[in-house]
């Protein structure tokens, strides 16, 4: 091939090229400030708190946690490490419990959230609460509402017969002991150290319930 030839080819091919490049770009940006333009920010969701029903619009990315803190403003539910590693923001959903700070609130539409606030309240305690309270089963208190809500949750996880890594016998019922709450337990994080204090009162109430 000529090398007049040869250059001509290679101008043609970087023009090409470039214009490949800039209409893929092109192409890009309009799909991208298309799905931009469809994708929805917000959502419209019901959850039943406490018994209560709330129809609210939240940004998709807010977690269970600050959608009952900061839009329900239901502050009983403690935001600890917001990783999923303490168990402060415990909460009941559907009668299981969950790390609030680790599921968003948009999966819950339609669920029934129970909060520290829905076990309780001064003048007519659960059972559970009182107990913390007579067993000095906390100090600071930051921790307590998640320490409770596991509490209520562990002792229906154990009558349901749900076992736990320390269960031993998987064909007999589960029972309550303090191996068995301070393994379920484990997830729920006291910095001021009231484990002790904490197991009494889940005993008690176990037995209570028994
Ligand atoms: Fe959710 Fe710590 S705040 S586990
Ligand atoms: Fe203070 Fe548990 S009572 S962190």
Sequence with gaps: MHTDQLEISRRDLLISSAAAVAVTG?????????????????????????GKSHAIEIDNRTTLLDALREHLHLTGTKKGCDHGQCGACTVMVDGRRINSCLTLA???DGDQVTTIE?????????PMQAAFVKHDGFQCGYCTPGQICSSVAVLEEIKANIPSHVTGDLTAPAQVTPAEIRER?????????????????????AGTRA
Excluded: F, W
């Design 106 to 108: 948009v999966m819950h």
């Design 185 to 205: 337990m484990s997830g729920n994080i006291c910095r001021c150290g009231a484990y002790s204090n904490i197991l009494d009162a889940i005993v008690e109430v």
């Design 118 to 126: 829905g076990l309780g309240q001064p003048g007519d305690l659960h």
């Design 26 to 50: 092109a192409a890009t940006a309009a799909a991208a400030q298309t799905a931009g333009e469809e994708m929805a920010l917000t959502s419209k969701l019901s959850l039943t708190v406490n």
